[in-house]
T-cell receptor, first 111, second 114 residues
Framework: NAGVTQTPKFQVLKTGQSMTLQCAQD?????MYWYRQDPGMGLRLIYY???????DKGEVPNGYNVSRLNKREFSLRLESAAPSQTSVYFC??????????FGSGTRLTVV | AQSVTQLGSHVSVSEGALVLLRCNYS??????LFWYVQYPNQGLQLLLK??????LVKGINGFEAEFKKSETSFHLTKPSAHMSDAAEYFC????????????FGTGTLLAVQP
C-alpha cells in the first residue's frame, strides 16, 4: 500500500545513546517532514526537506540532525539522547498545496 | 508568522449531538487550512482541507468546515456524533508555498458519550 513507513515503532534509549529514525515514502512527494508530538503541545516541526538535497530547521531542531538520502528517504538522528526527547515522532510527506500523509509514528522513551 | 488556536482542549458530546470544534488562524497570506484526526496510537489522517476554493469544505466521515475570513475561523462540524468519532482533532495552517510547512494547533480531544 502507498504511504509513509517509519521504523522502528517503539524504542527505549538510555541518556546519551544515539539512534536514527527511518522514514520512507513511495508517493513520489517532493517534501518530507519530521514532527514530534507531546501532550498538550500538538505537533511541532523539527526539520523538513522541501526537495531532494535540501533540509531546513523547523521550530524545535536542537538535539537533532536529518539526512535526505534520496527522494524517498528522510532520516532523523539523535546524537546524544536526553529525557526531554521522549516523545512520539511522526514523519510526513507532501506535494505543494496538498495535505500531508503521515507515518504511524515512533514512540521513543529516553531513560 | 502563521499560527492556529484551537479553543477547548477537551470537548464532550452525546451520541447524536452536534459536534463543533473551534479553530482560529493567523496568517499574513491567504492560508491553506486543514483538519486532521488522530485515533489512539495511530498517525494523523486528513479529514478535509481548504485551499481557496469553496468556503464550505466537506470531508470524510460526515465532517465539514467553513472558512470565514472575517472571523479568521475554520471551525469543524458534524451534525450527529457517532461513538467512532472519539479521537483527537488537529487544525493546521500552511502558506501553500514551496516548503508547504504545516503549523498545527494543540489539538482537541473529542469524547462521545452514549
Amino acid at each position: 500500500n502507498a504511504g509513509v513507513t517509519q521504523t522502528p515503532k517503539f524504542q527505549v534509549l538510555k541518556t546519551g545513546q544515539s539512534m536514527t529514525l527511518q522514514c520512507a515514502q513511495d508517493m513520489n512527494h517532493n517534501s518530507m517532514y519530521w514532527y514530534r508530538q507531546d501532550p498538550g503541545m500538538g505537533l511541532r516541526l523539527i526539520y523538513y526537506s522541501a526537495s531532494e538535497g535540501t533540509t531546513d530547521k523547523g521550530e524545535v531542531p536542537n538535539g537533532y540532525n536529518v539526512s535526505r538520502l534520496n527522494k524517498r528517504e528522510f532520516s532523523l538522528r539523535l546524537e546524544s539522547a536526553a529525557p526531554s526527547q521522549t516523545s512520539v515522532y511522526f514523519c510526513a510527506s507532501s506535494d505543494t498545496g496538498y495535505g500531508y500523509t503521515f507515518g504511524s509514528g515512533t514512540r521513543l522513551t529516553v531513560v | 508568522a502563521q499560527s492556529v488556536t484551537q479553543l477547548g482542549s477537551h470537548v464532550s458530546v452525546s451520541e447524536g449531538a452536534l459536534v463543533l470544534l473551534r479553530c482560529n488562524y493567523s496568517s499574513s497570506v491567504p492560508p491553506y487550512l486543514f483538519w486532521y484526526v488522530q485515533y489512539p496510537n495511530q498517525g494523523l489522517q486528513l479529514l478535509l482541507k481548504y485551499t481557496s476554493a469553496a468556503t464550505l469544505v466537506k470531508g470524510i466521515n460526515g465532517f465539514e468546515a467553513e472558512f470565514k475570513k472575517s472571523e479568521t475561523s475554520f471551525h469543524l462540524t458534524k451534525p450527529s456524533a457517532h461513538m467512532s468519532d472519539a479521537a483527537e482533532y488537529f487544525c493546521a495552517v500552511s502558506d501553500g508555498g514551496a516548503t508547504n510547512k504545516l503549523i498545527f494547533g494543540t489539538g482537541t480531544l473529542l469524547a462521545v458519550q452514549p
